[in-house]
């Protein structure tokens, strides 16, 4: 399993060497849109709209948008430095709390946690303590230049690190629309939703549940592919250049003809009227 992360944990006076992995991967079909004509993919490029003109990677700046079309504009050293003063890579357990005091709605993205070399002693400590315990640590971390809150936990035998939103990112409740007021229920339609609720309640089993859709999807691309619907990308043709010239025997070409149009009208006639007036000389002569 691939590392992404390399750090520490730690809480009180105890530091765990630890390696960071993802835990979940997104399974979703992705589909790439292709020209109709020539079932050639798309190609996206990053255009200025003021200059009309390609942006190289080189040219661009990052800026915060703070009021319609008004920007900041920050500097690579700028966020350098303030990454740099947060690159400590390690987690921070501030807190412990119980599970489930948390709400869902705050988890975000899940991650293993595995021990580093000479870390397993002190990897296991904490795994046996949170699952005595019964509880799970709210820590700190730095990934990929943000600093995250998140709660480290125990899934299986393993330790877990979920990213959590800080509270300000989780949106007001009251902003949603259309919400009803408490309204009166006739018991027995209350009675009967319950009976319904407690016929189809189970234990939670996550392999009785598939993703149907990319099941049947990925069924029509394999029947396609076997009955040879399919298509290749034709050979791209060359960029064209400024003068219109889309390769080099047309560069050549053009830059031959160019040459004869600036060519000295007198040199031609040196070359061919002196053959056409000897012959006339010597008939007079004669």
Not at 22 to 27: D, I, P, S, Y
Not at 30 to 58: A, S
Not at 104 to 125: C, H, M, Q, R, W
Not at 261 to 266: A, L, M
Request: glycine share 4%.
């Amino acid at each position: 399993m691939h590392t992404m992360w390399k750090g520490t944990i730690s809480f009180g006076l105890v530091n765990i060497p630890v390696k960071l992995h993802a835990a979940t991967e997104n399974k979703d079909v992705k589909l790439r849109q292709l020209h109709k004509e020539c079932q050639t993919p798309i190609k996206y490029e990053k255009i200025c709209p003021v200059c009309n003109k390609e942006v190289k990677n080189e040219d661009i700046v990052k800026g915060y948008e703070y009021t319609t079309n008004k920007f900041v504009v920050l500097t690579d050293e700028e966020l350098a430095e303030i990454q740099e003063a947060n690159a400590d890579k390690s987690v921070q357990i501030v807190d412990f709390v119980q599970l489930e005091e948390i709400d869902p709605i705050y988890f975000e993205k899940s991650y293993y946690l595995s021990p580093n070399d000479g870390g397993g002693k002190a990897y296991t400590l904490l795994r046996q303590a949170l699952a005595d315990s019964n509880k799970i640590g709210v820590a700190k971390m730095m990934i990929r230049s943000k600093e995250q809150l998140a709660v480290i936990r125990v899934y299986e035998n393993t330790l877990v690190v979920e990213t959590i939103h800080y509270p300000d990112e989780v949106r007001n409740v009251a902003d949603v629309p259309n919400i009803p007021e408490a309204i009166e229920i006739p018991k027995k339609e209350l009675d009967t939703a319950k009976m319904l609720i407690d016929q189809l309640t189970v234990a939670f089993e996550p392999e009785n549940y598939k993703d149907n859709y990319r099941t049947v999807l990925l069924d029509l691309i394999e029947e396609k592919k076997n009955q040879g619907e399919i298509t290749s990308v034709q050979q791209q043709p060359s960029k064209q250049m400024p003068d219109n010239v889309t390769n080099l025997m047309d560069a050549l070409e053009a830059s031959l003809d160019r040459a004869k149009g600036t060519k000295p009208k007198p040199k031609k006639r040196k070359t061919t009227k002196p053959k056409q007036a000897e012959p006339k000389r010597s008939k007079k002569n004669a």
